[in-house]
């Protein structure tokens, strides 16, 4: 009588180890893709929210409020008689989401109103990651496009 032992041999293992190899090859670059794509969107959100706040913040307090753009970095700072006050801790956009932010930097100052004022023609903001690219625009008055920032 022959015992049979439970369990599976180690071809079964090793033709199991090459199908997971081959599909994990086929998916790498679909997933890269995608990390590139939602890396470049939510640093995008992140600073239209920023810029969101800061006017927000302008209006509910009453002071102007300054969202400045600085290299890889954003931040919105609010300065009533003289003090500094942070609205938003400043992001470093590379550390948080991998991205750079090409283009020059500029800061734009929102009144009591909720008004943009420091710039005369609007702002882009280019988010950058590992080739994929997306622009978003400040406008004169403060709004923020989204999309069609080219046009």
């Known amino acids: 009588m022959v015992q049979r032992r439970?369990?599976?041999?180690?071809?079964?293992?090793?033709i199991v180890m090459i199908v997971m190899a081959i599909l994990f090859s086929i998916a790498y670059p679909k997933i890269t893709v995608l990390r590139a794509r939602n890396n470049v969107s939510s640093a995008k959100q992140r600073v239209a929210a920023t810029i969101a706040a800061a006017r927000q913040s302008a209006i509910a307090r009453g002071t102007p409020v300054e969202f400045?753009?600085?290299?890889?970095?954003?931040?919105?700072?609010?300065?009533?008689?003289g003090a500094t006050d942070s609205i938003q801790r400043a992001?470093?956009?590379q550390k948080a989401y991998g991205t750079s932010l090409d283009g020059a930097d500029f800061e734009v100052i929102f009144d009591p109103r909720g008004l943009a004022t420091g710039f005369?023609?609007?702002?882009?903001?280019i988010v950058n990651y590992q080739g994929r690219t997306d622009t978003l625009c400040v406008q004169k008055l403060g709004r923020v496009q989204m999309r069609n920032c080219d046009a």
């Not at 400045?68 to 008689?81: F, Q």
């Not at 005369?120 to 903001?125: G, L, P």
Request: aromatic share 10%; hydrophobic share 55%.
């Open 91 to 93: 992001v470093d956009m």
């Open 120 to 125: 005369t023609v609007s702002q882009k903001v």
């Open 68 to 81: 400045v753009v600085a290299g890889d970095t954003i931040l919105s700072v609010a300065s009533p008689y």
């Open 6 to 14: 439970a369990g599976f041999t180690f071809v079964e293992m090793l």
